[in-house]
C-alpha cells in the first residue's frame, strides 16, 4: 500500500527551501548508466516533490520527466526559469504515464520508501528499456554536524532529538528506512545491481538551516499536527542547546551537516 504524506503546502515549502538536493549521487547514477548503455532519451523522476533532483538530471537527458502524487509538490516544481527539457505530471508512482519499455532510467530520490514497493518495481520494470536503469536512493535521519571541536556533544543533542520523533514515524516506513531499500534491492531481479549503505554528503548550512530542514522530517510533521506546542518546544530545546554547546546566540552560524544517503542502482536485462 502507498502512503500520502507531503500533501500540505507549508510543507511543500520548506522542503523546496531546506532540503539537499543529491548532485554527488547523480554523477553516481550517470557513471553506472555511461558504462552500460548509449541512450540517454528519457528519465523519469518519480516522487519529484518540487523537482529538487529532477533537475539535475537535465543536462544528461533529451528528456526529463518528475511525476508526484502531490498537487501542492507539483505546483512548486520550477517550470518556468527551469530546464526546458523537463516537465512535470502528477500521478501515483504505481501507475506511471508512459509507454512499456519507453524509459532510460527511472528514479527515485528519498521517495520509494512511501510507495508500495512491489507495484512500483513493477511499473519501473514495464516501463523501462531493456539495458535501462533504475536508481533509488534516500538517506537516514539521522543526520549529524562538524562544528570545531564539539561536534561530539552536538550529535548527542541530535540522537536525543531524533529519539524523540521515533515514535512519531509512519508506520508504513517502520523503523528503518534502509531495510526497505535492502527488501527492494534484494527483490529486484536484476543481475546486473549495486548496493551502497552509507554515502557521507557535506554541506555548509547556517544551524537554522539544519533545525528546518529536520521539521521537514515527516516524523515531526507527524508530531506537529498531533501536539503543535510540543513540535515547537522539542525543536526551540535542541537549537538552544546546540547554540549553547556552540557558544554561540546566532543561528546563522554555520555548520556543517552530514547527510548520509544510501542507495541501489540495476540495470534492466
Ligand atoms: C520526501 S519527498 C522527496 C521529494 C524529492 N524526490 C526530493 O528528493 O526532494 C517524497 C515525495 O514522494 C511523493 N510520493 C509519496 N508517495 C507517492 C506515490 N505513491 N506516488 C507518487 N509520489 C509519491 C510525495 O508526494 C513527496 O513529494
Known amino acids: 500500500m502507498a502512503v500520502r504524506l507531503f500533501e500540505g503546502s507549508d510543507h511543500a515549502e520548506a522542503y523546496l527551501k531546506f532540503r539537499v538536493a543529491p548532485q554527488e549521487l547523480i554523477g553516481i547514477i550517470m557513471s553506472f548508466m555511461e558504462k552500460r548503455t548509449r541512450n540517454f532519451h528519457l528519465a523519469v523522476d518519480v516522487g519529484c516533490g518540487s523537482g529538487q533532483g529532477t533537475t539535475l538530471l537535465a543536462p544528461f537527458f533529451t528528456e526529463v520527466v518528475g511525476t508526484d502524487v502531490s498537487p501542492a509538490q507539483l505546483q512548486l516544481a520550477p517550470t518556468d526559469g527551469g530546464p526546458s527539457n523537463v516537465s512535470y505530471r502528477q500521478c501515483p508512482a504505481e501507475e506511471l504515464p508512459f509507454e512499456c519499455e519507453e524509459v532510460d532510467l527511472v528514479t527515485a530520490m528519498t521517495a520509494a520508501h512511501w510507495f508500495d514497493h512491489r507495484r512500483f518495481l513493477h511499473e519501473a520494470y514495464r516501463v523501462l528499456r531493456p539495458g535501462g536503469c533504475l ?3 534516500s538517506y537516514t535521519m539521522d543526520m549529524e554536524l ?10 548527542d543533542i541530535c540522537k536525543e532529538f531524533y529519539a524523540a520523533l521515533f515514535p512519531y514515524r509512519n508506520p508504513h516506513i517502520g523503523s528503518n528506512s534502509v531495510e526497505i531499500y535492502a527488501g527492494m534491492f534484494h527483490s529486484c531481479p536484476y543481475p546486473d545491481k549495486e548496493w551502497n549503505e552509507c554515502l557521507r554528503v557535506r554541506r555548509h548550512v547556517p544551524l537554522s538551516g539544519f533545525i528546518a530542514m529536520v521539521e521537514t522530517f515527516s516524523s515531526y510533521r507527524s508530531l506537529k499536527e498531533t501536539d503543535p506546542a510540543e513540535a515547537a518546544q522539542l525543536s526551540s530545546r535542541l537549537r538552544n542547546k546546540l547554540l549553547a554547546v556552540m557558544k554561540t546566540s546566532s543561528p546563522d552560524a554555520e555548520v556543517i551537516m552530514i547527510v548520509k544517503y544510501f542507495y541501489w542502482l540495476a540495470r534492466k536485462p
Open 135 to 137: 536508481a533509488l536512493l
Open 146 to 155: 562538524e562544528y570545531g571541536d564539539v561536534s561530539k556533544t552536538l550529535n
